[in-house]
């Protein structure tokens, strides 16, 4: 991260960590979000980083146990198939 900044002249000074602690403040900063569908939600950005891993997760793991489902049935549908002659 860059934590120096450019003075009006275009001179670049030295950084007092002022931009790094202003981006550690927004975890805990309470904001409101909305997305398309649903209400506005109050929650700090930590907890909306934490809730869309988990639904990330949660997400995988669905799409996953689908594609395991799907493959299983066409293998027994490929077996039964071979089970009657030409």
Same mark, same amino acid.
């Given at each position: 991260m860059n934590a120096g900044s450019v003075n009006g002249a275009g001179e670049i000074n030295k950084g007092d960590n002022s931009i790094a $602690?202003?981006?550690? $403040? #927004?975890l805990d900063k309470t904001v409101t979000l909305s997305s398309? &569908? &649903?209400a506005a939600v109050k929650q700090t950005l930590i907890d909306y980083y934490a !809730? #869309?891993? !988990?639904?990330? &997760?949660s997400d995988t793991l669905s799409v996953k146990n689908a594609a395991s489902?799907?493959? !299983? #049935?066409a293998q027994t549908l490929? $077996?039964?198939?071979e089970e009657f002659p030409a």
């Amino acid at each position: 991260m860059n934590a120096g900044s450019v003075n009006g002249a275009g001179e670049i000074n030295k950084g007092d960590n002022s931009i790094a $602690d202003a981006m550690a $403040d #927004l975890l805990d900063k309470t904001v409101t979000l909305s997305s398309s &569908g &649903g209400a506005a939600v109050k929650q700090t950005l930590i907890d909306y980083y934490a !809730t #869309l891993v !988990t639904h990330v &997760g949660s997400d995988t793991l669905s799409v996953k146990n689908a594609a395991s489902r799907e493959a !299983t #049935l066409a293998q027994t549908l490929s $077996d039964r198939r071979e089970e009657f002659p030409a």
